[in-house]
């Protein structure tokens, strides 16, 4: 789940390799999950979204699998490039209940891609 | 389309001062909302909207006011700056609370 501080975890990679990129998410409810990748000075841009009626999602170059028994979603990023490098954000939705229309981010984390 | 953008990019202010940030979206999304993001943590919801005429707080709602007149605009008031509002402010917009929402470039703010 999150956790607050100034410290973000990191992943360095070589050019080439795939990244997988973890995330745990705190309400069960929660039934949309999306994405987003920051680049320094610029806002959250979507990557992935996935619902909750499935466990495997795949776009261009990524995949996301999210595994509700442990509340755990993750990333995999294939054949990773340094134009990938950022910090990349998880964020969860509910769309029903009182938690109706409210995103709730991750995190982060900081992948570093290395020629 | 210009998707969301956001004036200013960068801003100055003085504890005790007002200001509003502006946000507006080109997309026809009825969904918008603020966060602030602080360093080394991930965004944090301010106040959305659903639609013109309605808002509702998020989860860090003290100290700002929103309003939505149009579909397009959703500008964020801050009535009275303190330190512990510096942060980085980014809007976002989409079709609908369960869609995919598209960020503004934000607005980076330092008060004094």
């Known amino acids: 789940g999150e956790s607050v501080g100034l410290h973000l975890p990191t992943l360095s990679v070589q050019e080439g390799d795939n990244s997988i990129i973890n995330c745990a998410y705190s309400?069960?409810?929660?039934?949309?999950f999306i994405w987003y990748k920051q680049e320094s000075g610029k806002g959250p841009q979507f990557i992935i979204d996935?619902?909750?009626?499935?466990d495997k999602r795949q776009g261009q170059r990524v995949t996301v699998l999210l595994n509700k028994t442990v509340k755990h979603l993750s990333l995999q990023i294939a054949a990773t490039q340094p134009g990938d490098s950022a910090v990349y954000f998880c964020?969860?939705?509910?769309?029903?209940?009182?938690?109706?229309?409210?995103?709730?981010f991750g995190q982060g984390t900081i992948l570093t891609v290395h020629p | 389309n210009a998707g969301v953008t956001q004036t200013p990019k960068f801003q100055v202010l003085k504890t005790g001062q007002s200001m509003t940030l502006q946000c507006a979206q080109d997309?026809?999304?009825?969904?918008m909302s603020w966060y602030r993001q602080d360093p080394g943590m991930g965004l944090r919801l301010i106040h959305y909207?659903?639609?013109?005429?309605?808002?509702d707080q998020g989860e860090v709602p003290n100290g700002y006011n929103v309003s939505r007149s149009t579909t397009e605009d959703f500008p964020l008031r801050l009535l009275s700056a303190a330190p512990s509002q510096t942060s980085v402010y980014f809007c976002?917009?989409?079709?609908?609370?369960?869609?995919?929402?598209?960020f503004g470039p934000g607005t980076r703010l330092t008060v004094l």
């Open positions: 976002a917009s989409s079709w609908g609370v369960a869609d995919t929402q598209y």
């Open positions: 309400n069960s409810a929660s039934d949309y």
């Open positions: 996935i619902r909750s009626n499935m």
């Open positions: 964020a969860e939705n509910l769309s029903g209940g009182t938690s109706y229309g409210k995103l709730t």
């Open positions: 997309m026809n999304h009825e969904y």
């Open positions: 909207s659903v639609g013109a005429g309605i808002t």
